[in-house]
């Protein structure tokens, strides 16, 4: 197998995980210092990526990416665009960084959006990975805070037509938490009666027989997405509306 990479094309993975505290970027901290006053010294976040391995596909270096960093073989991403203006580097930083690193000014990079639910990736202590709310964000280098408004919107649209929103859940969840889930990334806040009886309508979203311990309140009734169900229904209309 071919392990070189090309030095112009490249893909950024962003990250999304969701828990109760709502919607969260994995960035990676970006560090150099040349100790020397000359250059300046980096110290922000970035999207993880990489150039692409000469002998895999878009899709499979960018899944080697994220399974590096988590671990995970479930690899539920969405490929959303695609940058290559030239200018896009061109802080002191950036430029810095590329020329340490070998990087080409003008690299194309391939851009995928992974979901899952944050409770499943779990992070070395100490590493140089960390979770940040999707509206707290720190410095960014290079283009990737536009990147990630980029996926972010790519996200609103396909979680009103598509049952994507199910990838950043549990496998057991509560309307309450999909509602929240549906707030969070729509940055809205919606009905609740309304809301859930257009879920309760949903045959895809199955009740369990079950409910969700070790809560202050009443329990409240566990949920499942059925894929095989969604598969068979012939008219999809959007979960919720707005």
Known sequence: MDFRKRDNVSVDCVIFGLDSDGLSILLRNRKLNMFNEKFPIIDDWVVVGGLVIISKTLGETADLIFKD????????????????NPSRIKSEKDLLWIRIHGVKRQT???A???????ESIKLQKNSDFKWFPLRALPEMGFDHKRIINDAHEDLKRKIMIEPVIFDLMPVKFTLNELQMAFESILEVELDNRNFRKKVQNKAYIVPL???KKGLAKKPSKLYVFSRDVYDKVTEKDYIINI
């Open 69 to 84: 960093i988590t671990g995970l073989n479930v690899f539920n991403k969405i490929q959303f665009h695609t940058y290559g």
């Open 108 to 110: 194309m990079t391939i």
């Open 112 to 118: 995928y959006y992974y979901l899952q639910p944050k």
């Open 209 to 211: 027989n079950e409910t």
